[in-house]
C-alpha cells in the first residue's frame, strides 16, 4: 500500500497558500517553526534544512505494533529504533483506544522534540464504516450505505468518523474506497459504493467532505482540515482477473477513463481528498519507478523498497528533484492539517466516541439503505399478527463485515433483538437457528420447520459473513473481505436447503439476505414471498431492519450492485455496450425440460435484480418528465430535469428519482444506459411533489478516438 501522489501535485499544490521559496539562513527563526508564515514558505524552509536520510524518513511509514509492548505500553527504545527511519506516517490502529491515545501522544512528543527539525508524523487508520476502535460506532458496510443513494447522509457519517479518529489523535483514514463492483467474487465488494462510477463519484465526494470538514484547534491560520482522507485504490484495482484479490488488472484506456477514473476526480479534484492510495497489483518493474510515478509513501509490507531511496540518489540512480517533490507533497499535508502545532490526541475522545447522535445516525442509515427486492404483499407484518418465526443463522448474531476491530461482534442489535423488542409481548417469537453458517449439517432442521409451522409468517435469516481485523488474519473461515474470494455466489453449506424446508411448510416465507455482496440463488427468487436484502449493517442492524419488517420504516433502498442469477453469468453490472446483453435465452425446468436458448444455452445473463432496483410499501407513478432546455452549450455547466412524482400508496415513503442518458448518437461505442444524476425526496401519501434533478455537462462527455473527453452533439 501506497501513499500516492500522482495526483495530489496538482490538488495540493492548488490549495496550498502560495508564498516564495525560502532558503535556509541559520541566522533567523526558522520559517518553517512560524504559524504566521504561508503553507508553501514553511515546506521549502524545512524542506531545504533536510538531509537525504531524513527526507526518505518521510517517505516511509513505520507501525505503533513495532514500538508498544504487549501491556500496551510504548517501549521507548522500541520508538527511537523504529520512528526516526520511518516518520512519515505511523499505522495507529489494533490497539485499545486509552493505549493509542497515549501511545500518539508519546511518539508525537519524541517526534517534535527528540528529531532535529521536529517533523510529526501522519497518524495513519481505517475508516471504511466507521473509525477502527473497540468502541467507535460502527456504520452499515459502504455498499449498503450506497444504496441510500443519500450523500448527504453519508457525508453525516463520515462526519463522525472524522470525529471520532481525529480525538484519539488519528489524522489520515484509509477511506473511502472507489473500486467499483464490478468483479463479484472478489471479497472486497462490501468495501465499495457499488457498480455505477456517478453514484461511486458522488459517494466518495460526500465521504470525503464529512470527514475532512473542520480544523483542528490551537493550529496555525492557514491550517485547513483535521483530517487527510485516503481514497483507494487508484485505479480500477478492485476487478482483478478471476476475483482474486491483488491478481493483476486488464484493460483498456476507454474502460479507465470512463469508468474506473471519474469516481476519483469527483472525490479529488471535486471533494478535496488530500491523499490516494494506489492500487496494488502485480507490477513487474523497479519500485523506485513508483517514486517516480508519484507515489510518495510506501506503506506496510515485510519488505521496504524505499529504504533504498538515499542509496539511489547518491548513486545517480534517482534524481534528488523526485525525492524532493515527494517530500514536499507529504510535508505540505501536514502543514496542511496544522500538525506542526497540534497533533495531539484530545483529552475528550472517550465522550466523543459513540454518542447517542451517532448511533441514532447508524440506524438512519441502515433504515435508509435496506432495499426490498421482492413483495407479494407478506411485507410489511401486521403488528397484530399472533406469531413470527425467526428462522436462520444469521438471526442472532451482527455481521458487520471487514475492517472492525476484534471483539466488536459482541455488541450491537441483532435481528432477533430487534424484533422481540420492536413486537414486545405482543407478538410470540418462533426462534430457530436451523443450521449453522459454515456447514452442510441439517439437524436443526427440524426446530426450524416446527417454528414456521407455529407461526403465521416466518423470516429466515441466511448468507455470508466476514471477520474482524484480528481473527480473519487467524485462518478462521469467512466467505467475503480482504483476501476472501470466491468461485461461487450462492449459499454456503445448509442455507439453501433451509429455506426450502421452511417455505415447504406453507408459511408465508421472507428471506433476508445478510451479506456482503450480491446473493444468486434463483430458486428463492423464484418461490419465496418477499426478499429483503441487508448488506452488512450497523450496530442497530437489528432494530432497523425490525422497522422495516413490521411496516413502522417503509423502504427506500435501491439497489448499488446488480445481483446476477449465477456467477457465470458475470459480467451482471447495468451499464453494459450494446450486445452485451441478449434476450435469447434458455431453460433448464423443475420437471426436467430443457429449452435451448442462445445466450446462454440453458440460462440468461440477464441479473435477477438490476442496479437502482427497490421497492416500497407505497407506489410512486412519475408525470411530467421534461428538461430545463432540449439543447446545451458544451460550455454549460448543468441542464436540470424536472419531473412530477405522486404517492399514489396509503403510506409516506421515500423515492429515489434516476436520471440514466443514453448516447444515441456518439462517435464511440458507449453504455445502453448510465446513470448521471439522483435526488431522494420524502412524499406524503397523496402527495404530488415536483423533483429538479442537476445534470452535469460535462459528466456527458465521451472520450474520444482523439484522446479528450468530448460533450458531443
Not at 531545504?48 to 524518513?57: F, G
Not at 442509515?365 to 413483495?375: G, R, T
Not at 403465521?456 to 485462518?475: E, F, H, I
Not at 430535469?641 to 428519482?657: A, R
Request: some cysteine; proline content about 5%.
Amino acid at each position: 500500500m501506497k501513499l500516492h501522489g500522482a495526483v495530489s501535485v496538482i490538488l495540493l499544490a492548488t490549495r496550498a497558500l502560495a508564498g516564495p521559496s525560502t532558503s535556509q539562513n541559520p541566522a533567523e527563526t526558522a520559517i518553517y517553526k512560524s504559524p504566521h508564515a504561508s503553507i508553501e514558505a514553511r515546506v521549502e524552509d524545512l524542506l531545504s534544512r533536510m538531509t537525504l536520510e531524513e527526507k526518505q524518513a518521510q517517505l516511509m511509514q513505520g507501525n505503533v505494533a513495532n514500538f508498544v509492548d504487549k501491556n500496551y505500553v510504548v517501549n521507548r527504545t522500541a520508538l527511537q529504533n523504529v520512528v526516526p527511519p520511518a516518520s512519515g506516517a505511523i499505522y495507529a490502529a489494533l490497539i485499545p483506544r486509552y493505549a493509542l491515545a497515549i501511545a500518539i501522544n508519546e511518539t508525537q512528543d519524541y517526534l517534535l522534540h527528540n528529531t532535529r527539525l521536529g517533523i510529526p508524523a501522519l497518524m495513519q487508520s481505517e475508516g471504511i464504516h466507521g473509525y477502527l476502535d473497540e468502541n467507535s460506532t460502527i456504520f452499515m458496510s459502504p455498499i449498503g450505505m450506497a444504496c441510500s443513494f443519500n450523500p448527504e447522509l453519508l457525508s453525516k457519517v463520515s462526519g463522525v468518523i472524522g470525529s471520532e479518529a481525529a480525538s484519539v489523535g488519528v489524522t489520515n483514514i484509509f477511506a473511502p474506497v472507489l473500486d467499483l463492483s464490478r468483479e463479484l467474487r472478489w471479497g472486497r465488494v462490501e468495501e465499495n459504493y457499488g457498480e455505477d462510477p456517478f453514484l461511486t463519484g458522488e459517494m466518495g465526494r460526500a465521504y470525503v467532505i464529512g470527514l475532512q470538514s473542520g480544523k483542528r484547534p490551537n493550529t496555525a491560520k492557514s491550517a485547513q482540515y483535521r483530517l487527510a482522507s485516503m481514497v483507494k485504490h487508484f485505479v480500477a484495482f478492485g476487478s482483478p482477473e478471476g476475483g482474486v484479490n491483488t491478481a493483476p488488472v486488464a484493460g483498456g484506456e476507454r474502460d479507465l477513463r470512463s469508468l474506473y477514473l471519474p469516481p476519483f476526480k469527483r472525490a479529488i479534484v471535486d471533494g478535496g481528498a488530500l491523499s490516494v492510495m494506489s492500487g496494488y497489483s502485480p507490477n513487474p518493474v523497479p519500485a523506485r519507478l513508483a517514486l517516480e510515478a508519484g507515489n510518495d509513501m510506501e506503506m506496510g509490507g515485510s519488505i521496504m523498497h524505499y529504504v533504498t531511496v538515499a542509496e539511489q540518489v547518491q548513486q545517480k540512480q534517482l534524481s534528488m528533484s523526485v525525492v524532493d517533490d515527494a517530500v514536499r507533497r507529504v510535508l505540505r499535508v501536514k502543514f496542511q492539517l496544522g500538525l506542526f502545532e497540534n497533533p495531539w490526541s484530545t483529552s475528550t475522545y472517550n465522550s466523543t466516541i459513540h454518542t447517542q447522535s451517532s448511533v441514532a445516525l447508524a440506524q438512519q442509515m441502515d433504515e435508509e439503505a435496506i432495499v426490498l427486492l421482492e413483495n407479494d404483499g407478506t411485507l410489511p407484518i401486521s403488528p397484530k399478527v399472533s406469531s413470527v418465526a425467526v428462522i436462520g443463522p444469521q438471526a442472532n448474531v451482527m455481521q458487520y463485515g471487514d475492517y472492525v476491530q476484534n471483539g466488536v461482534f459482541d455488541r450491537g442489535i441483532t435481528p432477533l433483538a430487534g424484533i422481540k423488542a420492536l413486537v414486545g409481548g405482543s407478538v410470540k417469537i418462533n426462534y430457530a437457528e436451523g443450521c449453522k453458517l459454515w456447514s452442510n449439517d441439517q439437524s436443526g432442521f427440524k426446530d426450524a420447520v416446527e417454528a414456521a409451522k407455529q407461526s403465521k409468517v416466518a423470516v429466515v435469516m441466511v448468507g455470508t459473513w466476514t471477520r474482524d481485523q484480528t481473527l480473519l488474519w487467524q485462518g478462521l473461515n469467512a466467505t467475503t473481505g480482504e483476501h476472501v474470494d470466491v468461485n461461487d455466489l450462492g449459499l454456503v453449506g445448509a442455507q439453501l436447503d433451509l429455506v426450502k424446508a421452511v417455505q415447504a411448510t406453507g408459511t408465508p416465507t421472507v428471506v433476508v439476505y445478510v451479506s456482503g455482496k450480491p446473493i444468486s440463488e434463483p430458486w428463492i427468487k423464484d418461490n419465496i414471498n418477499a426478499i429483503v436484502q441487508e448488506f452488512y449493517p450497523s450496530e442497530q442492524g437489528g432494530a432497523a431492519l425490525a422497522n422495516i419488517l413490521f411496516g413502522k420504516v417503509n423502504p427506500s433502498g435501491k439497489l448499488s450492485v446488480s445481483f446476477p442469477t449465477y456467477v457465470g453469468s458475470l459480467p451482471s453490472y447495468y451499464n453494459y455496450y450494446n450486445g452485451g446483453r441478449s434476450t435469447s435465452p434458455g431453460y433448464a425446468y423443475s420437471n426436467g425440460t430443457l429449452v435451448f436458448g442462445h445466450q446462454y444455452v440453458l440460462g440468461t445473463p440477464q441479473p435477477m435484480w438490476l442496479f437502482g432496483h427497490g421497492l416500497s410499501y407505497t407506489t410512486f407513478n412519475y408525470t411530467s418528465v421534461k428538461m430545463q432546455s432540449s439543447t446545451v452549450r458544451s460550455s454549460s455547466k448543468q441542464v436540470n430535469v424536472e419531473v412530477s412524482v405522486t404517492n399514489t400508496g396509503k403510506v409516506d415513503g421515500k423515492e429515489v428519482v434516476q436520471v440514466y442518458v443514453n448516447d444515441v448518437v456518439s462517435s464511440v461505442v458507449t453504455p445502453n444506459l448510465a446513470l448521471k444524476g439522483f435526488k431522494k425526496v420524502s412524499i406524503k401519501a397523496g402527495q404530488t411533489v415536483t423533483v429538479v434533478v442537476p445534470i452535469n455537462i460535462q459528466d456527458l462527455a465521451v472520450w474520444t478516438t482523439s484522446n479528450q473527453y468530448v460533450v458531443e452533439p
